[in-house]
């Protein structure tokens, strides 16, 4: 006998009905016919916010609040214990690829219709200093006192992080992937057909090499390499000091989601929905978990003895070493953003702006 399971428990009818908007601290949950063996999200939902029309990337963490960069132009400040927004700001343009914290401040890189560098008070969100450099084409990073920039124009810029004021610009090329750092002051950045390695600080190219294909969903670091997937289904590691392929591994389909490392061990999930956990180590393998059968839309993430992992369906789906799916969480679809690990729970994101903090009980 199938089992149908209400999430959100503790709504109103009216939300359970859908009868809310986008102003509305509530979002409609779902219906959800689980097949059998699968449970609902073993943790209980504390409280549910909408921020606009959706995150755009990474958010940041101070304390007891969260901090969302929107594609309604606004940055968020959410209180993690009950949900309430803290304070917003409007900026000149959709939020391109998230925010970074450092300290008291907020950086963000704004699209459409005007792109600027902002920096931001964390405390009430008080613009602190803008800067214009072009159209981003990759989320911002912070290093050694530099937000670096990449810009469809193929030009890599260094921000005075205190200041906003342009310490250097550098043509790179075409770069979709935000620049990882492997130094106390070395960043290593993919174009459309390279990779190179160079310092935050001054800009300077230390190494440049010829990419294994199209990276665009990011690195992760693992030891002293680094692992990344290509678009035309290879899982690479690099050495992160001299950039050399330590070794290659073809998967089924492109890999357009970043990897997620967890010591020795990475998961990674392909275009085509199979989901690998890859054992690292001089002769790495990649052994097949689950064949998934529906695009996933986000990168996996560890979350205790499971792989969570969000779809273009805006179902988050939570599968064990054994492959098998042991419970489900939906929010809004397409998932964007991987769920953010909490010491005690997860924030789920769907994507039309809506934020669920589920605890243990």
């Not at 009868?19 to 509530?26: D, E, K, P, Q, Y």
């Not at 200041?163 to 090329?173: D, I, M, N, P």
């Amino acid at each position: 006998m199938r089992k149908v399971r209400w999430f959100g428990g503790g709504l109103s009818l009216a939300a359970l009905l859908g009868l809310v908007n986008a102003a509305c601290l509530s979002y409609r949950p779902q219906l959800q016919v689980l097949p059998e063996g699968v449970e609902a999200i073993p943790l209980a939902q504390r409280w549910s916010a909408s921020v606009g029309r959706g995150a755009s990337g990474a958010v940041a963490l101070r304390d007891s609040t969260i901090y969302v960069g929107d594609a309604d132009r606004r940055v968020y400040a959410i209180d993690l214990t009950t949900g309430a927004e803290r304070w917003s700001k409007r900026l000149p343009g959709s939020v391109f690829g998230g925010v970074v914290r450092s300290g008291d401040t907020l950086f963000a890189v704004t699209d459409r219709p005007n792109s600027r560098v902002v920096a931001l008070s964390i405390v009430d969100g008080e613009q602190l200093w803008e800067r214009d450099v072009g159209k981003p084409s990759a989320p911002i990073t912070l290093e050694n006192g530099r937000i670096l920039v990449a810009t469809h124009r193929g030009r890599l810029f260094g921000l005075e992080s205190s200041t906003g004021t342009v310490a250097w610009e550098r043509r790179v090329g075409h770069a979709r992937t935000t620049a990882v750092r492997i130094g106390p002051d070395t960043v290593v950045i993919a174009t459309t057909d390279s990779i190179m390695s160079l310092t935050a600080r001054e800009g300077q190219v230390l190494k440049r090499i010829g990419s294994p294909g199209a990276i665009v969903g990011g690195w992760a670091r693992s030891g002293t390499l680094l692992v990344a997937g290509t678009t035309d289904s290879l899982l690479v590691g690099l050495t992160s000091s001299e950039l050399e392929t330590a070794w290659s591994l073809k998967l089924d389909a492109a890999i357009l989601e970043r990897p997620a490392v967890y010591g020795d061990t990475a998961y990674v999930v392909s275009r085509s929905g199979t989901l690998y956990r890859v054992v690292l180590g001089p002769d790495p393998r990649a052994m097949v978990i689950a064949a998934l059968h529906w695009p996933v839309t986000a990168p996996p993430v560890r979350f205790r003895q499971w792989v969570l992992v969000g779809g273009a369906d805006g179902v988050i789906r939570a599968i064990d070493d054994a492959g098998l799916e042991a419970w489900r969480l939906p929010v809004w679809q397409p998932v964007r953003m991987s769920p953010v690990v909490l010491s005690d729970g997860i924030l789920a994101i769907g994507g039309r702006g809506d934020i669920s903090r589920y605890q243990q009980e």
